[in-house]
């Protein structure tokens, strides 16, 4: 299961999410949509269920636009695990 990396420290605000991992010193803006993302990842969503409810969101009926968007926050996730902020084990609230 995807978690919120431990060492990351993010706040909720508005549309975004902004994000700092100490152990990089690197600071992130996520976008509204990805905003989304990462507030689904944060609670325990599965990727699947992530895709399933933007698709749900974003009304997408056809089988060509949720494949998309699986394939985007699929590649989204890869990012944020490879900047070392997803990671296993328990999730975070924003600011701790």
């Known amino acids: 299961m995807l978690t919120v990396n431990p060492d990351v420290v993010w706040v909720d605000s508005d549309d975004e999410v902004r994000l700092y991992h100490p152990g990089t010193g690197e600071f992130q803006t996520l976008n509204a949509t990805a905003a989304r993302i990462w507030r689904k990842l944060a609670t325990g969503a599965e990727i699947d269920d992530v895709v399933r409810d933007l698709a749900a969101e974003f009304e997408a009926h056809e089988d ?27 999730a975070t609230e924003p600011g701790q």
């Not at 996730?77 to 296993?88: H, I, M, Q, R, Y």
């Open 64 to 90: 060509q636009d949720r494949r998309l968007i699986d394939r985007d926050v699929r590649q989204f996730v890869a990012e944020l695990s490879e900047l070392g902020l997803l990671g296993t084990g328990l």
